[in-house]
């Protein structure tokens, strides 16, 4: 069911059921983090393997510290600067965090949301929230309440409809390294350049890692059901002659293909744009069925195209 009442969510929450929250990134599938038993039903109802850690959700830093053994003074300054917001820090947990929700690793990632009815319903609980994007495992997120309803709608409580996600791309991951600098683990709705500008020069881990404890930034992992091609149009038609080929751009059409086959993110030549409406449309297609393969060329490796390239990287097939 799918509404915009926050204490009914709330109440679902605190009984252990999950509710579909509407956050600035994606939408999240959520259940109280220290519930082992709700925590379990987000794996069950994604089909999420349970090596997979989870980001919990919170509305205020200070409400996670009994949960974490301390906040390093360099992510508590990207936490003055970015919370609330896209950020997701990385914590070293207590043993009050189930293992579930960490995947049995000793960090915890933390997030804080600056979607006005998470942040409501975040104020009204006194557990935090532990919240993946509401969507079948390997799936690309939701960015509608309608996504989760169409994909998961039978699996979850409620649905609290805060209506179209403002990012699209999930939430910048960071940690600290043992050396003491900022890492990005994954890249994210906050840009590297945002993060530099207040953290100085940051590491970029740009290897999709094959590490099972982390499928967020797994090679494969946010794909469409219909293949993806990455790359230049005219070499793409010439490859993939024959086929039913729907092209998403960002602002620009395509000569070699008929207009009603071209999907384009961002008229206006907005990357933030372009990024909230990447998910939305790549499942507009999934959904049409109808064509064989999408085309679509890289976007400027800037701000949040950055974002984009690296999901559009781990969409693509191989032709
Ligand atoms: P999401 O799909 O946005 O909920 O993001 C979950 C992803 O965050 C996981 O797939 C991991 O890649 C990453 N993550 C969460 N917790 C940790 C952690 N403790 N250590 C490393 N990565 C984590
Ligand atoms: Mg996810």
């Given at each position: 069911m799918i509404g915009q009442d926050i204490q009914k969510a709330a109440d679902l929450l605190k009984k252990g059921d999950l509710v579909a929250i509407p956050t600035e990134t994606v939408y999240g599938l959520a259940a109280n983090a220290l519930d082992t038993a709700a925590v379990a039903r987000i794996f069950e109802a994604k089909d999420r393997p349970s090596f997979d850690p989870l980001i919990i959700h919170t509305d205020r830093i200070e409400k996670i510290k009994p949960f974490v053994k301390s906040i390093p003074e360099k992510l508590q300054v990207l936490i003055d600067a970015f919370s609330p917001g896209p950020l997701t820090i990385l914590l070293e947990k207590e043993a009050t965090i189930p293992d579930l929700v960490t995947a049995g690793l000793p960090t915890v990632a933390v997030r804080i949301p600056a979607h006005p009815m998470s942040k409501k319903l975040l104020e009204s609980l006194d557990f935090p929230l532990a919240a993946p994007?509401?969507?079948?495992?390997g799936y690309i997120s939701p960015t509608r309440a309608k996504h989760v309803e169409d994909q998961l709608g039978d699996k979850v409580s409620y649905i609290l409809d805060g209506g179209n996600c403002d990012f699209g791309v999930e939430s910048t991951i960071v940690k600290l390294t043992e050396n003491g600098s900022v890492q990005v683990l994954r890249k994210g709705g906050l840009s590297v350049e945002a993060l530099e500008e207040v953290a100085g020069v940051v590491e970029v881990n740009d290897v999709s890692s094959s590490n099972p404890n982390a499928p967020g930034m797994l090679k494969s992992h946010y794909a469409p059901k219909t293949p993806i091609y990455v790359g230049e149009m005219n070499s793409a038609v010439k490859k993939l002659k024959g086929k039913r080929i729907a092209f998403i751009g960002f602002n620009m059409l395509n000569f070699s293909l008929p207009v009603e086959d071209q999907f384009l993110l961002s008229m206006n030549f907005d990357l933030k744009e372009a990024a909230s409406n990447l998910f939305a449309v790549m499942r507009q297609l999934d959904k049409s069925k109808k064509y064989e393969v999408i085309v679509t060329d890289w976007f400027p490796e800037e701000g949040l195209g950055r974002a984009i390239n690296d999901r559009l990287r781990r969409a693509s097939s191989s032709f």
């Amino acid at each position: 069911m799918i509404g915009q009442d926050i204490q009914k969510a709330a109440d679902l929450l605190k009984k252990g059921d999950l509710v579909a929250i509407p956050t600035e990134t994606v939408y999240g599938l959520a259940a109280n983090a220290l519930d082992t038993a709700a925590v379990a039903r987000i794996f069950e109802a994604k089909d999420r393997p349970s090596f997979d850690p989870l980001i919990i959700h919170t509305d205020r830093i200070e409400k996670i510290k009994p949960f974490v053994k301390s906040i390093p003074e360099k992510l508590q300054v990207l936490i003055d600067a970015f919370s609330p917001g896209p950020l997701t820090i990385l914590l070293e947990k207590e043993a009050t965090i189930p293992d579930l929700v960490t995947a049995g690793l000793p960090t915890v990632a933390v997030r804080i949301p600056a979607h006005p009815m998470s942040k409501k319903l975040l104020e009204s609980l006194d557990f935090p929230l532990a919240a993946p994007s509401a969507n079948p495992f390997g799936y690309i997120s939701p960015t509608r309440a309608k996504h989760v309803e169409d994909q998961l709608g039978d699996k979850v409580s409620y649905i609290l409809d805060g209506g179209n996600c403002d990012f699209g791309v999930e939430s910048t991951i960071v940690k600290l390294t043992e050396n003491g600098s900022v890492q990005v683990l994954r890249k994210g709705g906050l840009s590297v350049e945002a993060l530099e500008e207040v953290a100085g020069v940051v590491e970029v881990n740009d290897v999709s890692s094959s590490n099972p404890n982390a499928p967020g930034m797994l090679k494969s992992h946010y794909a469409p059901k219909t293949p993806i091609y990455v790359g230049e149009m005219n070499s793409a038609v010439k490859k993939l002659k024959g086929k039913r080929i729907a092209f998403i751009g960002f602002n620009m059409l395509n000569f070699s293909l008929p207009v009603e086959d071209q999907f384009l993110l961002s008229m206006n030549f907005d990357l933030k744009e372009a990024a909230s409406n990447l998910f939305a449309v790549m499942r507009q297609l999934d959904k049409s069925k109808k064509y064989e393969v999408i085309v679509t060329d890289w976007f400027p490796e800037e701000g949040l195209g950055r974002a984009i390239n690296d999901r559009l990287r781990r969409a693509s097939s191989s032709f």
